[in-house]
């Protein structure tokens, strides 16, 4: 699995718009994705190739992850995107539309061509329920998948249903669960209702990480800072998490698996998760600073 990364945010750009991509590097979002793939008309998509080739060579992304999203995997579109990328440039992909195991094991082939060497993550797109059945074999397909992302549009349109809280409930928890098994991370869908709502937004991004998920996926500027807040672990939770590290180690060190401080008891199974919130807020930390 390729190194962990932070992804509070993940902002999605058009790859035909140069003038967002030069936008796109200035904002806070922790990874920046530029899309060839549904924001890109078919007549521009040669276009966005180049116009996104020579931006992931000559902007400056600072901290932010560098990344693209290709078209679906076995489509004329991929092996074009494949053939005119500087992938020497590139941390990521999004891989839109997965659907089986082969979808990633074909990716990887491909990178393994194209990039011999380059430890490339990949962010897999679940987006129909095929794709969302098959979660817990895509995960297991690919050791460079890195994170999972949520695609409703497909998912709703092939069953029916709406994009509403109620329906991506069994969605999400797939996701989440198949992300968790392997290791990976798990970003929501985006929010859609109201993309300038901030208060609406930073709502929905805390139910998403109360499921489990460690990110969102962004398409308006607006939507990063209370996305990245959200997704932040608060001060009395990296207090609490630092406290009760330490109360475990303590009683480690007295050959105790169980500690008991504020009127729990802290076993094992507690100490990862407390560990992933103090490492968290201090990336996000240092990402503020930088």
């Known amino acids: 699995m390729p190194a962990w990364r932070m992804r509070r945010s993940v902002m999605i750009t058009p790859g035909h718009r ?10 806070a979002a922790d ?10 008309p078919p007549a521009r998509k040669s276009e966005a190739r180049a116009v996104v080739a020579r931006a992931v060579t000559e902007l400056s992304f600072g901290r932010r992850e560098k990344a693209v999203r290709l078209n679906a995997i076995g489509s004329a579109d991929f092996a074009a995107d494949m053939a005119a990328l500087p992938w020497g440039q590139l941390d990521a992909v999004m891989l839109p539309k997965v659907e089986r195991p082969a979808d990633l094991q074909q990716l990887d082939a491909a990178l393994d061509a194209a990039a011999p060497g380059r430890d ?10 095929r794709g969302i059945l098959n979660a817990l074999q ?12 949520l695609g409703p549009g497909d998912y709703t349109m092939q ?3 709406r994009i509403t ?7 999400r928890q797939m996701l989440v669960a198949a992300a968790g098994a392997v290791g990976a991370q798990a ?4 929010y859609l209702a109201d993309l300038r709502d901030v208060a609406a937004t930073r709502q929905d991004a805390e139910a998403a990480r109360e499921l489990g998920f460690t990110g969102k996926v962004v398409f308006h500027p607006d939507q990063i800072a209370p996305v990245n807040d959200a997704f932040t672990p608060s001060a009395e939770e990296v207090v609490k ?14 050959g105790e698996n169980l500690a008991y401080i504020d009127g729990t008891f802290i076993a094992m199974d507690l100490v990862p998760n407390m560990e992933r919130i103090v490492a968290l807020a201090e990336a996000a930390s240092n990402a503020a600073s930088a």
Request: hydrophobic share 55%; aromatic share 8%; net charge negative.
């Open 159 to 161: 069953t029916g249903g």
């Open 120 to 129: 490339i993550a990949v962010i897999a797109t679940l987006e129909t329920p």
């Open 165 to 171: 809280p109620r329906v991506l409930e069994f969605p």
């Open 187 to 190: 970003l929501d869908a985006p």
């Open 18 to 27: 140069p003038e967002r991509l030069a936008k796109a590097v200035g904002l």
């Open 138 to 149: 895509i995960a297991d397909a690919s050791p460079r998948l890195a994170a999972f992302f």
């Open 241 to 254: 998490a630092t406290r009760y590290i330490a109360a475990f180690q303590e009683a480690a060190a007295k």
């Open 31 to 40: 990874s920046l994705i530029f899309d060839l793939e549904d924001a890109v």
